[in-house]
């Protein structure tokens, strides 16, 4: 069969563009996509400028706690001075009370002694009141006489310097020396003596009644 020179000629003009564009397409899938290296760039950026802002967010959660840290020990030293002040305030004059007690025991001792009729004496009531005047004067910075007399026992407050036989726990039958205390610390315990607790007195008749009559002794008879 006889092909026409001009359909011949028409149909590889035809085919060249076709073939250019198949060729550039084939040259355009061998090369990078355009951009696929920037974004992988700003990618990595972007994950480098995570990385800083979560070690930057670390850094200041320490920092705050260290902050937080430092106002609780700061607070707490306040807390300690304040405290230290006020004990040292409270006890300064802690030695020189104590040093003061044998003089207040004197004073007590001398007066507790006195006849009865002598105590009546004008210039007594001078002594009396430089006695008065004394303990008034140790009871203002804080001097607290320990009480004793019938209480329980306690060898926190009282020393122990006699005793006497009995059942039960042992109370303070009598005190030999006062015992003091300044503020809540006690500077003195109180000499005492223990025993059994001391029953208590029988109870009075009442108005009209006659008393019971006493038990009787060994030698009373039937």
């Known amino acids: 069969m006889t092909t026409d020179p001009q359909t011949s000629e028409a149909s590889e003009a035809s085919e ?38 979560r070690a930057a967010e670390t850094r200041a959660q320490e920092n705050f706690d260290r902050w937080q840290r430092a106002q609780a020990d700061l607070a707490n030293y306040r807390r300690r001075a304040q405290f230290e002040r006020e004990e040292l305030e409270k006890y300064a004059a802690a030695s020189l009370v104590a040093s003061l007690l044998p003089v207040l025991d004197n004073f007590d001792r001398a007066w507790g002694s006195l006849p009865g009729q002598f105590r009546r004496l004008t210039w007594l009531d001078g002594v ?26 306690d060898p926190a407050l009282h020393e122990a310097v006699d005793s006497e036989a009995g059942d039960g726990p042992p109370h303070v039958i009598a005190v030999l020396q006062a015992g ?43």
Not at 139 to 145: D, I, W
Not at 208 to 221: L, M, S
Request: negative net charge; proline residues 14%; charged residues 25%.
């Open 16 to 53: 060249a563009p076709q073939a250019e564009a198949d060729g550039a397409a084939g040259a355009d899938a061998g090369r990078p996509a355009p951009g696929g290296a920037e974004a992988r760039e700003l990618e990595r950026q972007l994950d480098e400028a995570r990385a800083q802002a």
């Open 128 to 153: 009396a009141m430089i006695h008065s005047q004394m303990r008034g004067t140790l009871q203002r910075v804080g001097l607290v006489e320990i009480e004793a007399e019938g209480q329980a026992f």
């Open 180 to 222: 003091y205390k300044l503020q809540e610390r006690v500077i003195r315990p109180a000499l005492v003596k223990v025993g059994p607790k001391a029953s208590p007195p029988p109870a009075a008749a009442p108005e009209g009644e006659p008393a019971p009559p006493p038990a009787p002794g060994p030698d009373a008879t039937g």
